[in-house]
Nanobody, 123 residues
């Protein structure tokens, strides 16, 4: 069974940092695209960052320069380092896997999704 399990969420003050982890199992995550998405109450899902098989990354304009996505193929995991957090970063964060080497597909094409981890940033 293919699974993605997120961890690392929590509550921080504005300006703080958090590191989210995504542990994949049941398939070889290193061969495919992994992404982080977020959704705040009453708002649409937002693609935050993606990393492809070759390590190429892409970020939403709202997080560029503050967030860093990475992966550790040895442990079939991906991470999202978040710095200089703002109250508008408050959301449920989801890890998702796209069974393609590149990440140039819409969110609905991502096959596996984690259960999400909550990030709350207070001002």
């Amino acid at each position: 069974e293919q699974r993605l399990v997120e961890s690392g969420g929590g509550s921080v003050q504005a300006g703080g940092s958090l590191r989210l982890s995504c542990a994949a199992s049941g398939y070889t995550a290193s061969s495919y695209c992994l992404g982080w998405f977020r959704q705040a109450p009453g708002k649409e899902r937002e693609r935050v960052a993606t990393i492809n098989k070759y390590g190429g990354t892409n970020y939403a304009d709202s997080v560029k320069g503050r967030f860093t996505i990475s992966r550790d193929n040895a442990v079939n995991s991906a991470y999202l380092q978040m710095r200089s957090l703002k109250p508008e970063d408050t959301a449920m964060y989801y890890c998702a896997a796209l069974l393609r080497t590149l990440c140039i597909s819409p969110a609905q094409d991502f096959t596996y999704w984690g259960q999400g981890t909550q990030v709350t940033v207070s001002s």
